[in-house]
C-alpha cells in the first residue's frame, strides 16, 4: 500500500522558514517522480515543486522560485520542501504526491501538513 | 503558460449524469495528459482519471474521462451519480516546461 505521510508544517512568521518532510513506503520511491502541491484555506489545487527520480529536474511554481527548494533522500524514501521567506500567501496545506509516470500526474497524496504564516 | 478552466459548480439528482468540462486556454488539449482528482470535504484528492481516460482499478466505472479537440477540453462524466460522489473535482494537466497546471476546481452537489 502506498503510503506519504508529510511533516513539518506549523505557524511561521513572515519571512521565516520551514522544512517540510514527507516519508514515503509502499513502493520503490527511487523510481517515480514527486511532487508538492499546496492547497490554500477555501482555495483550490496549487502545484508548487517536482523533482525527478535523480534529482536531475527540479521545476518550481514562479510563486516560490528562488525561495522554495525541493530536494529527496533515495537511501531514506523521504521527500522535502525548504521554504525560505515566507509570506502570508503561502500558508496552505501541502500535500506529498506520487507521479504516475512521464507525463502523467499524482497518482497519490499524502494526508498534508498545514503551514500558517503569520505574525 | 496555459490555464485550465472549469465551471465553479455544477449539480444534479442522484441517478443522473453530469458532465464537468476543463477548457485549455493555449496549446492543444491532446498535447499533455489530463487527469482528474476528487476531493471531499477535509480529505486529500484522489486520482479518479489518469491519462484521458484511464481509470484507477478502485474507481467505479460510472466514472469517465474523454478529451475533445475540437472544443480544446476534456471532460469527467459521472454517471449513476450517488449522493457519495459529491465532492471538488479538479483537472490537472503540465506545460511545456514541465510545470503543473490545475483547473480552478467544480464544486459537484447531487441533491
Known amino acids: 500500500e502506498v503510503r506519504l505521510v508529510e511533516s513539518g508544517g506549523g505557524l511561521v512568521k513572515p519571512g521565516g522558514s520551514l522544512r517540510l518532510s514527507c516519508a514515503a513506503s509502499?513502493?520503490?520511491?527511487?523510481?517515480?517522480?514527486m511532487n508538492w502541491v499546496r492547497q490554500a484555506p477555501g482555495k483550490g489545487l496549487e502545484w508548487v515543486s517536482s523533482?525527478?527520480?535523480?534529482?536531475?529536474?527540479?521545476y518550481y511554481a514562479d510563486s516560490v522560485k528562488g525561495r522554495f527548494t525541493i530536494s529527496r533522500d533515495n537511501a531514506k524514501n523521504s521527500l522535502y520542501l525548504q521554504m525560505n521567506s515566507l509570506r502570508a500567501e503561502d500558508t496552505a496545506m501541502y500535500y506529498c504526491a506520487k507521479v504516475r509516470g512521464s507525463d502523467s500526474g499524482p497518482d497519490y497524496w499524502g494526508l498534508g501538513t498545514l503551514v500558517t504564516v503569520s505574525s | 503558460n496555459f490555464m485550465l478552466t472549469q465551471p465553479h459548480s455544477v449539480s444534479e439528482s442522484p441517478g443522473k449524469t453530469v458532465t464537468i468540462s476543463c477548457t485549455r486556454s493555449?496549446?492543444?488539449?491532446?498535447?499533455?495528459?489530463v487527469q482528474w482528482y476528487q476531493q471531499r470535504p477535509g480529505s486529500s484528492p484522489t486520482t479518479v482519471i489518469y491519462e484521458d481516460n484511464q481509470r484507477p482499478s478502485a474507481v467505479p466505472d460510472r466514472f469517465s474521462g474523454s478529451i475533445d479537440s475540437s472544443s480544446n477540453s476534456a471532460s469527467l462524466t459521472i454517471s449513476g451519480l450517488k449522493t457519495e460522489d459529491e465532492a471538488d473535482y479538479y483537472c490537472q494537466s503540465y506545460d511545456s516546461s514541465n510545470h503543473g497546471v490545475f483547473g480552478g476546481g467544480t464544486k459537484l452537489t447531487v441533491l
Open positions: 493555449s496549446g492543444s488539449i491532446a498535447n499533455n495528459y
Open positions: 509502499g513502493f520503490t520511491f527511487s523510481s517515480y517522480t
Open positions: 523533482i525527478t527520480t535523480s534529482s536531475s529536474y527540479i
